[in-house]
């Protein structure tokens, strides 16, 4: 079985760490530093449950840090996460999302199901991964 038929979701990371978009920046880095992340999915909470909105990552507070003369630690992170979100389902094949992720220049998707609510992260260490897993899938 190659990268073009094997679903993001057999690879996935199913944890997901959430924040909502007026926690403030230094809290999310206390969340990153806490769970050994790189990421942290941004949610909006409604009666039907968080909704995911966008993601912030190292390089988004990076980005922060190096473009600020002054950079505020207490910023909200609606401010500073990338949006809108990019989200692939459950049987996106790893090739398709290596290529979202190539073509978007980005590190992470979020993996929802039919219904868009988040089921996992599929990140570059999860790619890594999966194709150091099977020898029929380089």
């Known amino acids: 079985m190659g990268i073009d038929s ?9 944890e997901l760490i959430t924040a909502t978009e007026d926690q403030t920046i230094q809290q999310i ?19 039907d449950g968080n909704n995911p909105i ?4 190292e390089r988004d507070i990076v980005n ?4 600020s003369d002054v950079f505020l630690v207490q910023k909200p992170i ?11 389902n459950l049987t996106t094949s790893i ?3 290596v290529q979202i992720m190539q073509s978007r220049n980005i590190r992470r ?3 929802v199901d039919k219904d868009r609510k988040a089921q996992g992260i599929l990140t570059q260490k999860d790619v ?11």
Request: hydrophobic share 45%.
């Open 6 to 14: 094997v679903p993001v979701s057999s690879f996935m990371t199913t």
């Open 29 to 47: 880095c206390k969340m990153m530093s806490d769970h050994d992340i790189g990421s942290v999915v941004v949610v909006k909470r409604s009666v």
């Open 109 to 111: 998707l979020l993996v």
């Open 64 to 67: 922060q840090i190096g473009s």
């Open 128 to 138: 890594f991964k999966a194709l150091s897993t099977s020898d029929n899938l380089l």
């Open 78 to 88: 609606r401010e500073v996460m990338s949006y809108p979100l990019v989200t692939v």
């Open 95 to 97: 090739k398709e999302a």
């Open 54 to 57: 966008g993601i912030i990552t």
